[in-house]
């Protein structure tokens, strides 16, 4: 068996040779991110099992896969392959949804507390008092305390349910939106208000978005939701990119219709230097770092792993996408 990385984040993948080594599987690493089809499709022709990162995996590539049996996202979201494509193709897709879950909780936490308390944007007040030789706290207030305040959560799955837990004793109110969470589900959060998207952005004081990426969320956030805020409430986005019109953020940022926002993703990555949401005081931006812990990079690097070792031993893997193929592999 052959195993092939497109592109990988971590320093180098030795250990992963290393445990296929032990396993009598071959394995090469590729670094394709950005690199034309026509280069990644050479890379991996001969493949039995393709981990992939960020690499574009469409239906014309997809199509042209031979001998590929198993393809595995490093990672949660997957916009960025054609599971239809692979259905069609009789390749079983398989990802990671536990990777990171807690991560991008404590840093969805770390903005709104960032955003609520000014503190990146205190510096400013402290250079420029420091520099008058007296405290001048102008254009930093209004401050407001979080106890008693509205938490919108859009999306109560892995990552938005453990925002949840880790706030639900700090004295907020935790209303959320999750039109796809069944009611077995739903009944478990019982000190959770469930509303509809509208009443959530019209009510809440901070709004973190945590739902997958798909044709109905995309710009799940625009304008309109935007006009339904209220002018002192954050939004903050760690989910993906295109959740966010980032257009309409910048035009409702600089009319200071809403107070402000911290955003981790962005529709380009990394954003171009034009970017709409740059150089606006109001925002807080990371560098779609809200994956990064030493703990979650091993427990990803793990998973993937075990899912080759099983698909090497003809068992499945962990999360499978399309698990349709394996009951037509029994039937």
Known sequence: MKVIVTDYIEANLDWEAEQCRKAGIEFVAHQLKFKPAAEVLAAVAD????????????????????HCRLLIRHGI??????????????IIFAY????????????AIALIFACARKVTWSRRTLDESSAKGQWDFTGLFPIHR????????????????????????????????????SERRRAGFTDVKFVDKKTLFASADYITIHTPLTPETRHLVDAEALAWMKPTAYLVNTSRGPMVDPEALAQALRSRRIAGAAIDVFEVEPPPPT????????????PHIAWASEEAGWEIRESIMNDILAHARGQPARCIVNPELLKAAKS
């Not at 979201?77 to 009789?90: F, H, I, K, L, S």
């Not at 990671?96 to 840093?107: I, L, N």
């Not at 970017?275 to 990371?286: K, Q, S």
């Open 47 to 66: 493949a039995d099992v393709i981990v992939v990162n960020m690499v574009k995996f469409d239906a014309a590539l997809i199509a042209r896969l031979k």
């Open 77 to 90: 979201g997957y916009d960025n392959v054609d599971v239809a494509a692979c259905t069609r193709q009789g």
């Open 96 to 107: 990671q949804p536990d990777y990171c879950k807690e991560d991008v909780a404590e840093h």
């Open 146 to 181: 979080m106890d008693g305040k509205v938490l919108g959560i859009v999306g109560l799955g892995r990552i938005g349910s453990r925002v949840y837990r880790k706030l639900r004793h700090f004295g907020m109110h935790i209303w959320a939106t999750d039109p796809y969470l």
């Open 275 to 286: 970017h709409p949401l740059f150089g606006l005081e109001n925002v807080i931006l990371t």
